[in-house]
């Protein structure tokens, strides 16, 4: 199942849609990172943006400071890019890492 910007929000405390009236319609990834994640999510946020073809016209990463985490970055997609959104989401509901071998390296990389 996909949302569109318009109806998330981090937290049930935050507005939805917030500050970005021309994405509402686009797609958020559901591979956020933040100040705290750790390799596995920020392994599956680098690897859905790479999936998404890179951040460019049709796929965005949108930073926010925010109460509780400190910040957070999140992918937007355009509406073009629901069939991979959809494929991502998909994905994360059968196996919680997009590539095994992502993750691999970025272990390597802060060891």
Not at 36 to 47: A, G, I, M, P
Not at 57 to 70: I, L, N, P
Not at 95 to 110: G, K, Q
Request: net charge negative; proline share 5%.
């Amino acid at each position: 199942m996909t949302t569109t910007y318009r109806d998330w929000s981090p937290t049930r405390s935050d507005t939805r849609g917030l500050n970005l009236p021309d994405r509402q319609n686009w797609l958020v990834v559901p591979c956020l990172q933040t100040r705290d994640s750790d390799v596995l999510e920020r392994s599956n946020h680098r690897t859905a943006l790479k999936r998404l073809g890179g951040e460019g016209d049709q796929a965005e990463v949108h930073r926010f400071s925010h109460w509780a985490c400190g910040w957070l970055e999140i992918i937007l997609a355009h509406p073009d890019l629901e069939p991979t959104v959809t494929d991502i989401h998909a994905a994360l509901e059968d196996y919680p890492v997009l590539d095994e071998m992502d993750m691999s390296e970025l272990e390597a990389e802060e060891d």
